[in-house]
Nanobody, 112 residues
Framework: QVQLVESGGGWVQAGGSLRLSCVAS????????MGWYRQAPGKQREWVASITSYFRTNIADSVKGRFTISRDNAKNTAYLQMSSLKPEDTAVYYC??????WGQGTQVTVSS
């Protein structure tokens, strides 16, 4: 079973930046798509970005131009670089590896 551990969340003022990391255990990281999702209070979890095993990326329209997803297979790690943050980006951010493996989440709070 793969374990995912997110880090890098925190509090930031609007316009600031954060970089989230997601480290995976095991040896299957490189063969799966990695995704980032977020869930704001009272809202459903939504997809934010994903990167395939071939490094093809997709970004949600709501964060396009501000967020970048990347991965380092040698380190079993995926990243979400978030810039020009807005208060509406406040949420718990989760990483997901393949169809079934989720991290525990990391809180991102953006103040106005």
């Amino acid at each position: 079973q793969v374990q995912l551990v997110e880090s890098g969340g925190g509090w930031v003022q609007a316009g600031g930046s954060l970089r989230l990391s997601c480290v995976a255990s095991g040896s299957v990281f490189s063969i799966y798509t990695m995704g980032w999702y977020r869930q704001a209070p009272g809202k459903q979890r939504e997809w934010v970005a994903s990167i395939t095993s071939y490094f093809r990326t997709n970004i949600a329209d709501s964060v396009k131009g501000r967020f970048t997803i990347s991965r380092d297979n040698a380190k079993n790690t995926a990243y979400l670089q978030m810039s020009s943050l807005k208060p509406e980006d406040t949420a718990v951010y989760y990483c997901r590896l393949g169809p079934e493996n989720w991290g525990q989440g990391t809180q991102v709070t953006v103040s106005s």
